[in-house]
């Protein structure tokens, strides 16, 4: 079993930055990779970011140089550093910890974007 709950989500400016917290916990040792997820209103749940074995991450190109994947696993969290924010980034984010057999997600934050 793996927990995940998200945080940091809230109203944002054009432009303007904000951090997303993931903290996971509960079987740490069988997860290979964490990622970031979104979803917009009436639109599929899409892949953000990613980072796995060896702090390997991957990015949606819509996405590349404003955000930031990024894990402290001291503390078992993982980051969303999302800057030079746009509209189109309004969605609810998603955390979600891959393992071999399966996936477990959070519950999601809200971000909303607006000029």
């Known amino acids: 079993q793996v927990q995940l709950v998200e945080s940091g989500g809230g109203s944002f400016h054009v432009g303007g930055s904000l951090r997303l917290s993931c903290a996971v916990s509960g079987d740490m040792s069988r997860i290979y990779s964490l990622s970031w997820h979104r979803q917009a209103p009436g639109k599929q749940r899409d892949l953000v970011a990613s980072?796995?074995?060896?702090?390997?991450?991957q990015y949606a190109d819509s996405v590349k140089g404003r955000f930031t994947v990024s894990r402290d696993s001291a503390k078992n969290i993982v980051y969303l550093q999302m800057d030079n924010l746009r509209p189109e980034d309004t969605a609810v984010y998603y955390c979600d910890a891959e393992l071999t057999l399966r996936s477990y997600w959070g519950q999601g934050t809200q971000v909303t974007v607006s000029a």
């Open positions: 980072i796995g074995i060896g702090d390997r991450t």
